[in-house]
């Protein structure tokens, strides 16, 4: 069983940098891919960036491409999510999921998730 808990969130201005991590326990993660997803008050759910065990790929959202990076560190069982030139609309709880086989857009591919952490962007 993998545990996986995340951490980086907070408040930030329109405009501004954070780093979210997701740390791993229970279960090396360097045979999981990896993705970031967010659900903001009232939506769905949706997709942020995912990446492949090997860090080969990535993939990333419409709304976020050139924006944010995910990137991980097999080695510390960390995953990371670095998030520039943040807007209003970025608000949302942002989780991290893991799985053995998907590298994935869709949230119901990952059999693993932490418990999220909250970003808030200030206009």
């Known amino acids: 069983q993998v545990q996986l808990v995340e951490s980086g969130g907070g408040l930030v201005q329109a405009g501004g940098s954070l780093r979210l991590s997701c740390v791993a326990s229970g279960h090396t993660l360097s045979n999981y891919a990896m993705g970031w997803f967010r659900q903001a008050p009232g939506k769905e759910r949706e997709f942020v960036a995912a990446?492949?065990?090997?860090?080969?790929?990535?993939r990333y959202a419409d709304s976020v491409k050139g924006r944010f990076t995910i990137s991980r560190d097999n080695a510390k069982n960390t995953l990371y999510l670095q998030m520039s030139s943040l807007k209003p609309e970025d608000t949302a709880v942002y989780y991290c999921?893991?799985?053995?086989?998907?590298?994935?857009?869709?949230?119901?591919?990952?059999?693993?998730w932490g418990q999220g952490t909250r970003v808030t962007v200030s206009s």
């Open positions: 990446i492949t065990w090997n860090s080969f790929s990535t």
């Open positions: 999921a893991a799985d053995l086989s998907a590298y994935s857009n869709y949230a119901k591919n990952y059999a693993y």
